[in-house]
């Protein structure tokens, strides 16, 4: 009874218009016209021993701290919620409902396959999103999003044989499972292979205390990918808990890879699991579709910002992500690890 009425609590709040986000046109700033003059009183939010919060000015702060990180949330949501509607999708019907309520039980089954039973999920994702100081809004807005753009993915992924064998090898066959660094120079690569060796820190903390990425990667002996060509050589040939010295990318950039694992190859047939492995790579490449076709919709999207604040935010922002492309930060294609 508590897990339903958690999820509930969670959820609704995405799948009614009492959430503020259901309805586009409150979005867009169309409001009904007043009956009476609006006052030109300055609004008093609070009042703290005797003294007035303008709301205005708090409105003002609000915006400086949390204004464009909700917005870009907003905007993703309208644009997948539009394409929905072109598409045919009615995204405010009970049966969409039913795929936003289908996102949370995935979150929820991706924390029971990380071995939390049941009666603890809704707690560990509540402090999950604490931590990462998402709050249930933005989170209920994810939801819709992800159900968005399942929506539009359907049917637009075709797994092949080719795509089953190699998902094959990746889950059944020989494999090693480890942890990635992606470092930018090879002085930074560097510095985290000593402080791997020091053995005074976890890996988590290495890559917080230097801002690196810290991938879970799964490599198959059968990947014959050439941008992992050199990973998979030393992967294959290093101890178990040890790590490899810097490994250069050939886009720039530098690899530390950590090897957790070696696992031999199971006793599995492929057309015992094949379905299984079928829908696993459907529902992979939509959540691959959604993202890439998310960023297709921002790109067509006219957008327009009329607040002073959140203008100047949205310069800083792109400039910011036009400088970090040509920055060499991303890992070569290896399959993340599940559990």
């Not at 509930?8 to 309805?23: C, Q």
């Not at 609006?38 to 003294?51: D, F, H, K, Q, Y």
Request: aromatic share 4%.
């Amino acid at each position: 009874m508590k897990r339903s009425s958690l999820i509930l609590r969670m959820s609704v709040g995405a799948l009614i218009a009492s959430a503020g986000f259901a309805s586009t046109n409150y979005l867009m700033g169309q409001t009904a016209v007043p009956t009476t003059a609006p006052s030109t009183a300055p609004r008093v939010l609070a009042s703290i021993n005797g003294e007035d919060v303008d709301a205005s000015k708090f409105e003002d702060i609000l915006m400086a701290v949390a204004g464009m990180r909700l917005l870009d949330q907003v905007i993703d949501l309208l644009v997948v919620q539009q394409a929905c509607r072109q598409a045919g999708v009615a995204v405010d019907s009970p049966e969409f409902q039913k795929n936003v309520q289908a996102e949370l039980d995935r979150a929820l089954a991706n924390l029971g396959a990380q071995g939390v039973k049941p009666e603890f999920q809704m707690q560990a994702l509540s402090q999950i999103l604490q931590r990462q100081g998402v709050t249930n809004p933005e989170f209920e807005m994810g939801l819709r999003r992800a159900a968005c753009l399942r929506s539009l993915s359907k049917g637009k992924i075709v797994p092949t044989d080719t795509d089953i064998k190699n998902l094959f090898d990746l889950e059944y066959g020989e494999r090693v499972r480890g942890r990635l660094f992606v470092a930018p120079t090879y002085e930074a690569a560097g510095e985290v292979v000593k402080m791997i060796n020091e053995q005074k820190i976890d890996l988590n903390e290495i890559a917080q205390q230097k801002g690196l990425q810290l991938q879970q990667v799964v490599i198959a002996a059968t990947n014959d990918n050439k941008d992992i060509a050199t990973l998979k050589k030393i992967a294959f040939t290093m101890p178990e808990k040890t790590s490899s010295a810097a490994i250069p990318q050939e886009k720039g950039g530098w690899l530390v890879f950590f090897l957790d694992k070696k696992e031999a190859s199971q006793n599995i047939k492929i057309e015992s699991v094949k379905e299984k492995l079928r829908e696993r790579i459907i529902e992979q490449g939509e959540v691959e579709w959604g993202k890439q076709h998310l960023a297709r919709l921002r790109q067509m999207a006219n957008i327009r910002i009329n607040e002073p604040i959140l203008s100047k935010q949205l310069v800083a922002l792109n400039e910011r992500m036009k400088a970090a492309t040509t920055q060499p930060t991303s890992a070569p294609a290896t399959a993340p690890a599940r559990p």
